[in-house]
């Protein structure tokens, strides 16, 4: 006992400064934009440095870790297009714009409200959240009443505003879009086609608008700044986010949901010195912060800390699912099973029977009262003891005999059907 008390303080001591690194990593996010966005003319090719190295980064710890390139399949890179499309061009780009005229923190702020959005538009949290919702708008109104005047001063505010919004509007869609409509596809995989597709639409408009590839030709504050928001806030921050949305429990998500927004706020004034902020920008920021507060308490933690494509039910590129069915293998008789996760390659099943690896299975699975059932043949991967006294075994099946198509619309519509049964 002495061992695992030593354990699991050590490992909450690691997650709590993990969860304070990461607020001091993403609170810097908007105010090294706007520096990367006002020190030089650029718009398409900064942009896609920073994708891209978000890109190679996340294809070097895919590769290091797993040990091999991402899937590919025409419904994958489809899905993939769309969500890179809203998530990773149109969304910063618009956002890269608005930055430039109005001020770091309040974007922050606004970037903020979109678990809220999420949560009540796609996961359908009006009861629990209207309310604070609400009071997190008004909030983020009366912050950008405070420095609607100053923010004038450097151009179109109105415009601005609107950039803004388009900004939140599209990555707010393609997060959703990946969540409730592509959420069968593994978010590693989705992600790496959706940073593909920025990067090669950054670089043909950069190209096309005549803007230089020669990082030399920038103010060295520019180049430094974009390789901090790429490297760091892009590479490290993206890690350490999804690490916490995973381990961090409702404290983490807590402490993130309101240090990044009020520390971005307060990097922007007192740092950067970009734009003054009165009584009533503060009052608004409180108000914003306590509704987040409440928002963080209300909904599951998986479904907070969602600022990146994924499904909040997967774990790791299988989804958890619930499935009653039998097995056969040659020369044995029939048992029960109850399959866990589904992949588009494979199951992974509690069994009755303890199978060999390389068992060729044929597995049935009920679909209601009527003898309607449906049939999946593959072959035993691995068998391991699950601890379970009704069903002793864990196997894991990989599918065999299908066409990949038919093969990604069946494993699709046995997920959705066990998302029914759960």
């Known amino acids: 006992m002495r061992l695992e008390t030593v354990t699991n303080f050590l490992r909450m001591v690691v997650i709590t400064v993990l969860v304070f690194l990461l607020s001091a990593v993403y609170s810097t996010t908007w105010m090294t934009t706007l520096v990367v966005s006002r020190t030089q003319k650029d718009i398409y090719v900064p942009l896609a440095f920073k994708v891209a190295v978000g890109l190679l980064l996340f294809l070097g710890f895919r590769f290091l870790v797993r040990l091999r390139l991402p899937h590919f399949s025409l419904r994958l890179v489809q899905s993939g297009i769309t969500v890179g499309i809203l998530c990773y061009f149109l969304s910063p780009l618009l956002m890269f714009l608005a930055i430039r005229v109005l001020p770091s923190g309040a974007i922050a702020l606004a970037f903020a409200f979109v678990p809220f959005i999420l949560n009540l538009a796609g996961f359908g949290e009006l009861k629990k959240l209207w309310f604070p919702a609400l009071l997190a708008l008004a909030g983020l109104g009366l912050v950008f009443f405070d420095v609607w005047k100053e923010a004038f001063l450097r151009g179109d505010a109105t415009l601005s505003l609107a950039y803004l919004a388009g900004s939140l509007f599209s990555y707010c869609l393609g997060l959703g879009i990946s969540k409730k409509l592509m959420w069968l596809h593994s978010s590693d995989e ?192 691995h068998i391991r003891s699950s601890g379970n006294l009704d069903m002793p075994w864990h196997a894991g099946l990989q599918f065999q005999e299908f066409p990949g198509t038919v093969q990604g619309y069946l494993v699709e519509f046995l997920a959705r059907l066990s998302q029914e049964m759960i």
């Open 190 to 381: 989705l992600g790496f086609w959706a940073l593909l597709s920025a990067v090669i639409l950054f670089m043909i408009l950069g190209f096309l608008s005549g803007e230089t590839f020669n990082m030399r030709d920038w103010p060295k504050t520019t180049t430094m700044y974009l390789g901090y928001l790429s490297f760091v806030i892009g590479g490290l921050g993206m890690f350490l986010y999804r690490y916490i949305g995973f381990k961090g429990g409702r404290i983490g998500t807590f402490i993130v949901t309101l240090t990044v927004p009020a520390g971005a706020m307060a990097l922007g004034f007192w740092v950067w010195g970009e734009t003054g902020v009165g009584p009533i920008g503060w009052v608004g920021m409180g108000i914003l912060l306590v509704s987040l507060a409440v928002g963080t308490e209300k909904v599951p933690v998986g479904r907070w800390l969602c600022l990146y494509p994924g499904n909040d039910v997967r774990g790791g590129e299988r989804l958890t699912c619930k499935l009653m069915g039998f097995v056969r293998a040659e020369q044995s008789k029939i048992s029960k099973i109850e399959i866990q996760d589904i992949a588009v390659g494979g199951i992974g099943f509690l069994s009755e029977h303890p199978f060999k690896n390389g068992d060729h299975l044929i597995v049935n699975i009920r679909l209601g009262d009527q003898f309607s059932q449906v049939s999946l043949e593959g072959k035993v991967t």
